[in-house]
Protein backbone atom coordinates (compact mmCIF):
# COMPACT_ATOMS: atom_id res chain seq x y z
CA UNK A 1 0.00 0.00 0.00
CA UNK A 2 1.42 3.51 -0.76
CA UNK A 3 1.18 6.91 0.32
CA UNK A 4 -1.93 9.45 -0.32
CA UNK A 5 -1.93 12.81 -2.36
CA UNK A 6 -3.52 16.01 -2.13
CA UNK A 7 -6.53 17.13 -5.35
CA UNK A 8 -7.16 20.48 -6.17
CA UNK A 9 -9.89 21.76 -3.93
CA UNK A 10 -10.29 23.08 -0.73
CA UNK A 11 -12.42 20.39 1.07
CA UNK A 12 -11.55 17.28 -1.01
CA UNK A 13 -8.81 14.96 -0.59
CA UNK A 14 -8.26 11.77 -2.47
CA UNK A 15 -6.91 8.63 -0.97
CA UNK A 16 -4.74 6.37 -3.17
CA UNK A 17 -4.49 2.55 -2.69
CA UNK A 18 -2.24 0.39 -5.09
CA UNK A 19 -2.56 -3.20 -4.17
CA UNK A 20 0.20 -5.37 -5.01
CA UNK A 21 0.14 -9.10 -4.52
CA UNK A 22 2.79 -11.56 -4.60
CA UNK A 23 2.87 -15.03 -6.43
CA UNK A 24 5.71 -17.39 -4.98
CA UNK A 25 8.17 -14.30 -4.99
CA UNK A 26 6.76 -11.92 -8.26
CA UNK A 27 5.83 -9.01 -7.62
CA UNK A 28 2.03 -8.48 -9.53
CA UNK A 29 0.22 -4.95 -9.76
CA UNK A 30 -2.83 -5.50 -9.51
CA UNK A 31 -5.57 -2.19 -10.98
CA UNK A 32 -5.55 0.90 -8.83
CA UNK A 33 -8.26 1.50 -6.41
CA UNK A 34 -9.57 5.36 -6.00
CA UNK A 35 -11.34 6.22 -3.00
CA UNK A 36 -12.84 9.90 -2.24
CA UNK A 37 -12.37 11.15 1.05
CA UNK A 38 -14.78 13.87 1.35
CA UNK A 39 -13.72 16.19 4.87
CA UNK A 40 -16.24 13.93 7.45
CA UNK A 41 -14.32 10.82 6.47
CA UNK A 42 -11.07 11.92 6.05
CA UNK A 43 -9.96 10.66 9.70
CA UNK A 44 -10.90 7.09 8.37
CA UNK A 45 -8.51 7.51 5.61
CA UNK A 46 -5.86 9.05 7.10
CA UNK A 47 -6.58 5.56 9.65
CA UNK A 48 -6.45 3.39 7.37
CA UNK A 49 -3.15 4.60 5.55
CA UNK A 50 -1.42 3.88 9.33
CA UNK A 51 -1.06 7.48 10.18
CA UNK A 52 -0.65 7.79 13.54
CA UNK A 53 -3.04 10.66 14.20
CA UNK A 54 -6.11 11.94 12.37
CA UNK A 55 -6.13 15.54 10.96
CA UNK A 56 -8.57 17.97 10.44
CA UNK A 57 -10.59 18.03 7.34
CA UNK A 58 -9.52 21.47 6.61
CA UNK A 59 -5.47 20.50 7.25
CA UNK A 60 -2.93 20.82 4.52
CA UNK A 61 -2.63 18.36 1.77
CA UNK A 62 -0.13 15.45 2.83
CA UNK A 63 3.13 14.63 1.24
CA UNK A 64 3.37 10.80 0.06
CA UNK A 65 6.00 9.44 2.85
CA UNK A 66 8.73 7.94 0.74
CA UNK A 67 11.54 7.00 3.54
CA UNK A 68 10.23 5.11 6.13
CA UNK A 69 10.40 1.60 6.82
CA UNK A 70 7.22 -0.69 5.26
CA UNK A 71 6.24 -4.18 5.96
CA UNK A 72 3.31 -5.93 3.64
CA UNK A 73 1.73 -9.17 5.17
CA UNK A 74 0.64 -11.19 1.92
CA UNK A 75 -0.44 -15.31 1.32
CA UNK A 76 -3.65 -17.65 1.53
CA UNK A 77 -5.25 -19.90 3.45
CA UNK A 78 -5.72 -22.96 0.53
CA UNK A 79 -7.70 -26.35 0.80
CA UNK A 80 -7.36 -29.42 -1.85
CA UNK A 81 -9.33 -32.34 -1.91
CA UNK A 82 -8.26 -34.77 -4.28
CA UNK A 83 -9.51 -38.10 -5.85
CA UNK A 84 -6.94 -40.06 -8.10
CA UNK A 85 -7.61 -43.06 -9.50
CA UNK A 86 -4.74 -44.99 -8.05
CA UNK A 87 -2.80 -45.10 -4.86
CA UNK A 88 0.13 -43.34 -4.02
CA UNK A 89 0.64 -39.96 -4.94
CA UNK A 90 0.40 -37.22 -2.35
CA UNK A 91 -1.24 -33.68 -2.99
CA UNK A 92 2.18 -32.50 -5.13
CA UNK A 93 1.86 -34.86 -8.07
CA UNK A 94 4.64 -33.60 -9.41
CA UNK A 95 6.62 -36.05 -11.56
CA UNK A 96 7.63 -39.30 -9.40
CA UNK A 97 7.18 -42.56 -10.93
CA UNK A 98 3.23 -43.55 -10.16
CA UNK A 99 2.41 -47.31 -9.19
CA UNK A 100 2.92 -50.48 -11.73
CA UNK A 101 0.30 -51.17 -13.49
CA UNK A 102 -1.14 -54.47 -12.65
CA UNK A 103 -0.27 -53.76 -8.95
CA UNK A 104 -2.34 -53.51 -5.68
CA UNK A 105 -2.06 -49.87 -5.47
CA UNK A 106 -2.56 -49.19 -9.14
CA UNK A 107 -6.03 -50.89 -9.55
CA UNK A 108 -7.21 -48.76 -5.91
CA UNK A 109 -8.51 -45.10 -5.51
CA UNK A 110 -7.78 -42.61 -3.29
CA UNK A 111 -9.08 -39.51 -1.63
CA UNK A 112 -7.05 -36.96 0.07
CA UNK A 113 -7.73 -33.77 1.92
CA UNK A 114 -4.58 -31.56 2.19
CA UNK A 115 -3.75 -27.87 3.45
CA UNK A 116 -0.20 -27.76 3.02
CA UNK A 117 0.04 -25.54 -0.19
CA UNK A 118 -1.13 -22.74 2.46
CA UNK A 119 1.48 -19.63 2.06
CA UNK A 120 2.27 -16.88 4.30
CA UNK A 121 4.95 -14.30 3.46
CA UNK A 122 6.42 -10.77 4.15
CA UNK A 123 7.46 -8.31 2.04
CA UNK A 124 9.59 -5.47 4.60
CA UNK A 125 11.04 -2.08 2.21
CA UNK A 126 13.70 -0.22 4.06
CA UNK A 127 14.09 3.26 3.41
CA UNK A 128 16.01 4.35 0.61
CA UNK A 129 19.41 5.33 0.90
CA UNK A 130 20.31 7.73 -2.23
CA UNK A 131 20.01 5.81 -5.62
CA UNK A 132 19.98 2.37 -3.64
CA UNK A 133 16.92 0.45 -2.60
CA UNK A 134 16.82 -2.06 -0.12
CA UNK A 135 14.05 -5.13 0.39
CA UNK A 136 13.47 -8.27 1.24
CA UNK A 137 11.29 -10.94 1.10
CA UNK A 138 10.24 -14.08 3.38
CA UNK A 139 7.96 -16.54 2.31
CA UNK A 140 6.71 -19.77 3.69
CA UNK A 141 4.68 -22.74 3.34
CA UNK A 142 3.82 -26.28 4.78
CA UNK A 143 5.59 -28.43 2.66
CA UNK A 144 8.94 -29.21 4.58
CA UNK A 145 10.74 -32.60 5.08
CA UNK A 146 8.84 -34.18 7.72
CA UNK A 147 9.85 -37.88 9.06
CA UNK A 148 8.32 -40.87 8.46
CA UNK A 149 5.05 -40.50 10.64
CA UNK A 150 1.27 -41.56 10.21
CA UNK A 151 -0.70 -40.39 7.21
CA UNK A 152 -2.88 -38.27 9.81
CA UNK A 153 0.35 -36.13 11.27
CA UNK A 154 1.53 -35.89 7.89
CA UNK A 155 -1.10 -34.06 6.18
CA UNK A 156 -2.59 -32.81 9.92
CA UNK A 157 1.32 -31.30 11.36
CA UNK A 158 2.99 -30.61 8.07
CA UNK A 159 6.11 -29.04 8.56
CA UNK A 160 6.42 -24.98 7.71
CA UNK A 161 9.47 -24.32 5.30
CA UNK A 162 11.29 -21.79 3.75
CA UNK A 163 9.81 -20.99 -0.01
CA UNK A 164 11.66 -17.89 -0.76
CA UNK A 165 14.06 -16.18 1.99
CA UNK A 166 16.43 -13.16 -0.39
CA UNK A 167 17.18 -9.75 -0.05
CA UNK A 168 17.28 -7.12 -3.19
CA UNK A 169 19.17 -3.90 -3.58
CA UNK A 170 18.20 -1.48 -6.30
CA UNK A 171 20.87 0.88 -7.69
CA UNK A 172 20.31 2.52 -11.21
CA UNK A 173 23.30 0.05 -12.55
CA UNK A 174 22.51 -2.85 -11.88
CA UNK A 175 20.17 -5.02 -9.26
CA UNK A 176 21.87 -7.63 -7.02
CA UNK A 177 19.54 -10.66 -5.29
CA UNK A 178 21.05 -12.68 -3.16
CA UNK A 179 19.31 -15.72 -0.81
CA UNK A 180 16.77 -18.31 -1.76
CA UNK A 181 14.68 -17.50 -4.72
CA UNK A 182 13.23 -19.32 -8.00
CA UNK A 183 16.01 -20.42 -10.24
CA UNK A 184 17.06 -17.93 -13.41
CA UNK A 185 16.64 -20.99 -15.31
CA UNK A 186 12.85 -21.05 -17.31
CA UNK A 187 12.08 -17.37 -15.78
CA UNK A 188 10.15 -18.99 -13.25
CA UNK A 189 7.93 -17.67 -12.07
CA UNK A 190 7.07 -15.20 -14.76
CA UNK A 191 5.45 -18.46 -17.23
CA UNK A 192 3.43 -19.84 -14.46
CA UNK A 193 0.78 -21.86 -15.98
CA UNK A 194 -3.03 -21.93 -14.94
CA UNK A 195 -3.85 -24.66 -12.66
CA UNK A 196 -5.67 -26.38 -9.65
CA UNK A 197 -3.20 -29.29 -9.00
CA UNK A 198 -0.50 -28.21 -7.12
CA UNK A 199 3.13 -26.95 -9.02
CA UNK A 200 5.21 -28.23 -10.04
CA UNK A 201 3.39 -29.74 -12.76
CA UNK A 202 4.43 -32.90 -14.56
CA UNK A 203 6.82 -31.79 -17.30
CA UNK A 204 6.58 -28.03 -15.93
CA UNK A 205 10.46 -26.35 -14.59
CA UNK A 206 9.91 -25.42 -10.84
CA UNK A 207 12.64 -24.83 -8.95
CA UNK A 208 14.24 -22.60 -6.11
CA UNK A 209 17.82 -22.23 -4.95
CA UNK A 210 20.40 -20.59 -2.78
CA UNK A 211 21.79 -17.98 -5.52
CA UNK A 212 23.97 -14.55 -5.76
CA UNK A 213 21.52 -12.66 -8.98
CA UNK A 214 22.55 -9.35 -10.96
CA UNK A 215 20.40 -8.19 -13.35
CA UNK A 216 19.18 -5.16 -15.32
CA UNK A 217 16.08 -3.84 -16.92
CA UNK A 218 16.73 -1.86 -19.51
CA UNK A 219 13.58 0.33 -21.17
CA UNK A 220 14.47 0.37 -24.57
CA UNK A 221 11.55 2.30 -25.33
CA UNK A 222 7.07 3.41 -24.07
CA UNK A 223 6.31 -0.45 -26.04
CA UNK A 224 10.13 -2.48 -25.50
CA UNK A 225 11.47 -3.49 -22.08
CA UNK A 226 14.67 -5.83 -21.88
CA UNK A 227 15.29 -7.56 -18.50
CA UNK A 228 19.21 -9.43 -18.51
CA UNK A 229 20.38 -11.54 -15.72
CA UNK A 230 23.47 -13.60 -14.52
CA UNK A 231 23.47 -16.06 -11.65
CA UNK A 232 25.66 -18.34 -9.78
CA UNK A 233 23.25 -20.87 -7.85
CA UNK A 234 23.90 -23.59 -5.22
CA UNK A 235 25.29 -26.64 -7.06
CA UNK A 236 22.84 -29.32 -8.37
CA UNK A 237 25.12 -32.00 -6.16
CA UNK A 238 25.61 -32.06 -2.22
CA UNK A 239 29.44 -32.27 -2.57
CA UNK A 240 29.86 -30.16 -5.98
CA UNK A 241 32.58 -28.16 -6.14
CA UNK A 242 31.24 -25.27 -8.81
CA UNK A 243 28.11 -22.81 -8.69
CA UNK A 244 25.77 -24.05 -10.93
CA UNK A 245 25.39 -21.03 -13.48
CA UNK A 246 22.90 -19.57 -15.21
CA UNK A 247 21.95 -16.47 -17.42
CA UNK A 248 18.94 -15.13 -19.38
CA UNK A 249 17.25 -12.55 -21.62
CA UNK A 250 13.67 -11.46 -21.54
CA UNK A 251 11.57 -9.02 -23.73
CA UNK A 252 8.89 -7.49 -22.62
CA UNK A 253 6.43 -5.95 -24.53
CA UNK A 254 3.73 -3.91 -22.50
CA UNK A 255 1.96 -2.16 -25.20
CA UNK A 256 0.03 -5.62 -25.15
CA UNK A 257 -1.25 -6.97 -21.64
CA UNK A 258 -1.85 -10.76 -20.67
CA UNK A 259 -4.24 -11.31 -17.95
CA UNK A 260 -3.20 -14.78 -16.51
CA UNK A 261 -3.64 -16.63 -13.01
CA UNK A 262 -0.78 -17.93 -12.02
CA UNK A 263 -0.92 -21.49 -10.17
CA UNK A 264 -4.37 -21.09 -8.71
CA UNK A 265 -5.14 -18.88 -5.76
CA UNK A 266 -4.23 -15.36 -7.87
CA UNK A 267 -4.02 -13.63 -11.41
CA UNK A 268 -2.16 -10.85 -12.44
CA UNK A 269 -2.13 -8.65 -15.95
CA UNK A 270 1.26 -8.09 -17.10
CA UNK A 271 3.52 -7.36 -20.47
CA UNK A 272 3.45 -9.88 -23.21
CA UNK A 273 6.69 -11.77 -22.57
CA UNK A 274 9.35 -13.86 -24.46
CA UNK A 275 12.32 -15.29 -22.88
CA UNK A 276 15.39 -17.29 -23.55
CA UNK A 277 17.94 -18.74 -20.43
CA UNK A 278 20.35 -21.59 -19.66
CA UNK A 279 22.24 -23.11 -17.46
CA UNK A 280 25.82 -24.66 -17.29
CA UNK A 281 26.39 -27.45 -14.64
CA UNK A 282 29.33 -29.80 -13.75
CA UNK A 283 29.08 -32.77 -11.81
CA UNK A 284 31.94 -34.91 -10.03
CA UNK A 285 31.67 -38.47 -8.39
CA UNK A 286 33.50 -41.48 -7.50
CA UNK A 287 35.28 -43.40 -10.16
CA UNK A 288 33.05 -46.38 -11.22
CA UNK A 289 35.29 -48.91 -9.14
CA UNK A 290 35.49 -50.17 -5.52
CA UNK A 291 37.18 -47.63 -2.88
CA UNK A 292 37.59 -45.17 -5.92
CA UNK A 293 39.85 -42.54 -4.44
CA UNK A 294 39.91 -40.40 -8.09
CA UNK A 295 36.90 -38.39 -9.69
CA UNK A 296 34.91 -38.69 -13.02
CA UNK A 297 33.79 -35.70 -14.37
CA UNK A 298 30.98 -34.43 -16.88
CA UNK A 299 29.35 -31.31 -18.03
CA UNK A 300 25.23 -30.91 -17.32
CA UNK A 301 23.75 -27.79 -19.35
CA UNK A 302 19.80 -26.77 -19.93
CA UNK A 303 18.13 -24.20 -22.46
CA UNK A 304 14.49 -23.01 -21.74
CA UNK A 305 12.29 -20.77 -24.16
CA UNK A 306 9.19 -19.46 -22.48
CA UNK A 307 6.47 -17.06 -23.88
CA UNK A 308 3.27 -15.54 -22.49
CA UNK A 309 1.13 -14.40 -25.29
CA UNK A 310 -2.14 -12.70 -25.25
CA UNK A 311 -4.19 -13.81 -27.92
CA UNK A 312 -7.00 -11.38 -26.70
CA UNK A 313 -4.97 -9.29 -24.86
CA UNK A 314 -6.76 -7.20 -21.65
CA UNK A 315 -6.48 -3.64 -20.24
CA UNK A 316 -6.20 -2.63 -16.14
CA UNK A 317 -9.96 -1.42 -17.49
CA UNK A 318 -11.32 -5.15 -18.18
CA UNK A 319 -10.26 -8.56 -18.89
CA UNK A 320 -13.63 -9.77 -20.31
CA UNK A 321 -12.85 -12.18 -22.92
CA UNK A 322 -8.70 -12.05 -22.14
CA UNK A 323 -7.37 -15.18 -23.71
CA UNK A 324 -4.00 -15.98 -23.07
CA UNK A 325 -1.43 -18.67 -23.78
CA UNK A 326 1.41 -20.10 -21.70
CA UNK A 327 4.17 -21.83 -23.71
CA UNK A 328 7.63 -23.54 -22.29
CA UNK A 329 10.03 -25.72 -23.91
CA UNK A 330 13.10 -27.27 -22.51
CA UNK A 331 15.99 -29.22 -23.00
CA UNK A 332 18.77 -30.70 -21.95
CA UNK A 333 20.86 -33.08 -19.34
CA UNK A 334 21.45 -33.37 -16.02
CA UNK A 335 18.23 -31.03 -15.25
CA UNK A 336 16.17 -33.39 -13.29
CA UNK A 337 16.46 -31.73 -10.25
CA UNK A 338 15.05 -27.94 -12.18
CA UNK A 339 11.59 -30.51 -12.54
CA UNK A 340 9.19 -31.56 -9.30
CA UNK A 341 9.83 -35.00 -7.98
CA UNK A 342 11.68 -36.09 -11.28
CA UNK A 343 13.62 -39.17 -10.51
CA UNK A 344 16.02 -41.24 -12.98
CA UNK A 345 17.82 -43.92 -13.41
CA UNK A 346 19.92 -45.08 -10.45
CA UNK A 347 23.78 -46.38 -10.29
CA UNK A 348 24.23 -50.12 -10.98
CA UNK A 349 25.94 -52.18 -8.87
CA UNK A 350 29.74 -52.92 -8.68
CA UNK A 351 30.99 -55.94 -10.60
CA UNK A 352 32.57 -58.80 -7.85
CA UNK A 353 31.23 -61.42 -6.43
CA UNK A 354 28.57 -60.29 -4.75
CA UNK A 355 27.82 -56.95 -6.62
CA UNK A 356 28.43 -54.54 -4.02
CA UNK A 357 26.28 -51.05 -4.44
CA UNK A 358 27.83 -47.92 -5.85
CA UNK A 359 27.42 -44.68 -3.50
CA UNK A 360 27.82 -41.19 -4.61
CA UNK A 361 26.99 -37.90 -2.78
CA UNK A 362 24.38 -36.91 -5.86
CA UNK A 363 20.78 -37.02 -5.86
CA UNK A 364 19.30 -39.83 -8.54
CA UNK A 365 18.63 -38.10 -11.76
CA UNK A 366 21.09 -36.26 -12.88
CA UNK A 367 23.79 -38.68 -14.00
CA UNK A 368 24.36 -42.07 -15.10
CA UNK A 369 27.02 -45.27 -15.64
CA UNK A 370 26.47 -46.68 -19.02
CA UNK A 371 27.06 -50.64 -19.81
CA UNK A 372 31.36 -49.69 -19.88
CA UNK A 373 31.38 -47.41 -16.81
CA UNK A 374 31.24 -44.08 -18.67
CA UNK A 375 29.56 -41.30 -16.97
CA UNK A 376 26.70 -39.84 -18.68
CA UNK A 377 24.63 -36.81 -17.78
CA UNK A 378 20.74 -37.70 -18.20
CA UNK A 379 19.02 -36.08 -20.66
CA UNK A 380 15.63 -34.79 -20.83
CA UNK A 381 13.13 -32.89 -22.82
CA UNK A 382 9.73 -31.52 -22.39
CA UNK A 383 7.13 -28.84 -23.86
CA UNK A 384 4.52 -27.41 -21.91
CA UNK A 385 1.45 -25.16 -23.44
CA UNK A 386 -1.65 -23.68 -21.34
CA UNK A 387 -4.57 -21.79 -22.16
CA UNK A 388 -6.63 -19.19 -19.93
CA UNK A 389 -9.67 -17.88 -20.66
CA UNK A 390 -11.79 -14.92 -18.87
CA UNK A 391 -15.50 -14.94 -19.32
CA UNK A 392 -17.19 -11.93 -19.50
CA UNK A 393 -19.33 -10.05 -17.41
CA UNK A 394 -19.36 -10.09 -13.78
CA UNK A 395 -19.85 -14.00 -12.83
CA UNK A 396 -16.02 -14.15 -11.84
CA UNK A 397 -15.48 -17.28 -14.21
CA UNK A 398 -12.17 -18.59 -15.92
CA UNK A 399 -10.97 -21.45 -17.89
CA UNK A 400 -7.88 -23.35 -17.83
CA UNK A 401 -6.35 -25.83 -20.03
CA UNK A 402 -2.62 -27.56 -19.99
CA UNK A 403 -0.75 -29.93 -21.76
CA UNK A 404 3.18 -31.13 -21.21
CA UNK A 405 5.03 -34.20 -23.19
CA UNK A 406 8.29 -34.83 -21.09
CA UNK A 407 10.83 -37.37 -22.17
CA UNK A 408 14.57 -38.93 -21.92
CA UNK A 409 16.60 -40.17 -24.37
CA UNK A 410 19.27 -41.82 -22.33
CA UNK A 411 17.77 -43.09 -19.31
CA UNK A 412 16.60 -46.23 -20.75
CA UNK A 413 20.69 -46.67 -21.87
CA UNK A 414 21.54 -45.90 -18.35
CA UNK A 415 19.18 -47.84 -16.26
CA UNK A 416 21.16 -51.11 -16.49
CA UNK A 417 18.19 -53.35 -16.68
CA UNK A 418 15.61 -51.43 -13.58
CA UNK A 419 12.69 -51.78 -14.97
CA UNK A 420 10.90 -49.04 -13.22
CA UNK A 421 12.43 -45.61 -14.62
CA UNK A 422 10.47 -43.89 -16.51
CA UNK A 423 11.52 -42.61 -19.78
CA UNK A 424 8.72 -40.61 -20.81
CA UNK A 425 5.03 -39.16 -19.66
CA UNK A 426 2.16 -36.98 -20.89
CA UNK A 427 -0.08 -34.82 -18.62
CA UNK A 428 -2.98 -33.01 -19.74
CA UNK A 429 -5.57 -31.14 -17.33
CA UNK A 430 -8.92 -28.97 -17.91
CA UNK A 431 -9.89 -26.33 -14.95
CA UNK A 432 -12.77 -24.04 -14.16
CA UNK A 433 -12.18 -21.42 -11.53
CA UNK A 434 -14.75 -19.07 -9.62
CA UNK A 435 -13.76 -15.98 -8.00
CA UNK A 436 -16.93 -15.84 -5.34
CA UNK A 437 -15.36 -13.04 -3.79
CA UNK A 438 -12.55 -10.27 -4.12
CA UNK A 439 -10.44 -12.93 -1.68
CA UNK A 440 -12.09 -16.11 -2.20
CA UNK A 441 -11.78 -18.42 -5.11
CA UNK A 442 -12.79 -21.69 -6.05
CA UNK A 443 -11.03 -24.01 -8.71
CA UNK A 444 -12.34 -27.96 -10.10
CA UNK A 445 -10.09 -29.80 -12.30
CA UNK A 446 -9.78 -32.66 -14.15
CA UNK A 447 -6.22 -34.10 -15.05
CA UNK A 448 -4.70 -37.03 -16.31
CA UNK A 449 -1.20 -38.24 -16.12
CA UNK A 450 0.31 -40.98 -18.12
CA UNK A 451 4.13 -42.56 -17.42
CA UNK A 452 5.87 -45.09 -19.49
CA UNK A 453 8.78 -47.51 -18.14
CA UNK A 454 11.70 -49.47 -19.52
CA UNK A 455 10.13 -52.10 -19.44
CA UNK A 456 6.35 -53.31 -18.67
CA UNK A 457 2.79 -51.51 -19.45
CA UNK A 458 2.19 -47.92 -18.88
CA UNK A 459 0.80 -46.14 -15.37
CA UNK A 460 -2.24 -43.76 -15.69
CA UNK A 461 -3.46 -41.47 -13.20
CA UNK A 462 -6.46 -39.81 -13.02
CA UNK A 463 -7.30 -37.10 -10.71
CA UNK A 464 -10.29 -34.71 -9.52
CA UNK A 465 -9.11 -31.89 -7.45
CA UNK A 466 -11.54 -29.05 -5.47
CA UNK A 467 -9.92 -26.23 -3.92
CA UNK A 468 -10.95 -23.25 -2.20
CA UNK A 469 -8.41 -20.10 -1.43
CA UNK A 470 -9.04 -17.15 1.01
CA UNK A 471 -6.48 -14.85 -0.43
CA UNK A 472 -5.01 -11.84 2.07
Known sequence: MTGHEGTPGRNRRVLVIRITTQEMGVDHTRQSRWHPCVPGALAGCLLVLGSPTARAADAAPLKPVTNRWSAVLYGFAELDAIHDSL????DLMGNAALPRSGTYAATHDQTTFSVRNSRLGLRVGAPDLGPLRAS?????DFFGNQPAVSEAAFFNNPTFRIRHFFFKLETPVVDLTIGQTWELFGWQASFVPASVNLQGLPGQVYSRTGQVRLSKTLELSPDVGLDLAV???RPPQRAGGLPDGQAGVKLNLPFRKAYHTLGGASSALDSMALGVSG???RFAVPAFGPDARTDVTTTGWGV???LLLPIIAASGVSHDNALTFTGS??????IADLYTGLGGPPFPALPGTPPTPYTAPIDAGLVGFD???NLQAVSYQSFFVGLQYWLPGSTGLSLAANYSHLQSFDAAALANGNKNVVVRQQYASGAVFWDAAQAIRFGLEYAWLEQHF???SPSVDRRVQLSGWYVF
Open 87 to 90: QGPN
Open 136 to 140: AVAEM
Open 231 to 233: AAL
Open 279 to 281: TVR
Open 304 to 306: SVD
Open 329 to 334: FVRGEG
Open 371 to 373: AAG
Open 454 to 456: TAG
